[in-house]
Nanobody
Framework: LQLVESGGGSVQSGGSLRLSCLASGDTLDENVVGWFRQAPGKEREGVSCISASGDNTSYTDSVNGRFTISRDNVKKTVYLQMNSLKPEDTAVYYC??????????????????????WGQGTQVTVSS
């Protein structure tokens, strides 16, 4: 399974972007998909995840209410709609699929070591 992110760019504070994560080489509809981000000098952090069916989603507190994750399994694509962007959202954003034991649910931490297939990342820059 290969993952390719797109949709990053530069926006002003308060703006919006929609990131896409396109899967190739395998089906996506049996996989949880997560979005992570890494800001300069900081560790990679989990942002959001969505279950294979799309019924369960989870968000880190700092983006809850501003970001929305969704998926289209026919298009093999997972989206991250980002609204009300802030300068602190500036980072490289990655999508990834986890090991089979990971369960996407609110309150379950997204740890980098639980995810095994990663995209190359897309840069998001938010200016004040």
């Amino acid at each position: 399974l290969q993952l390719v992110e797109s949709g990053g760019g530069s926006v002003q504070s308060g703006g919006s972007l929609r990131l896409s994560c396109l899967a190739s080489g395998d089906t996506l509809d049996e996989n949880v998909v997560g979005w992570f981000r890494q800001a300069p000098g900081k560790e990679r952090e989990g942002v959001s995840c969505i279950s294979a069916s799309g019924d369960n989603t989870s968000y880190t507190d700092s983006v809850n209410g501003r970001f929305t994750i969704s998926r289209d399994n026919v298009k093999k694509t997972v989206y991250l709609q980002m609204n009300s962007l802030k300068p602190e959202d500036t980072a490289v954003y990655y999508c990834a699929t986890p090991d089979p034991m990971f369960y996407c649910e609110g309150g379950v931490p997204m740890l980098e070591e639980d995810f095994s297939s990663w995209g190359q990342g897309t840069q998001v820059t938010v200016s004040s």
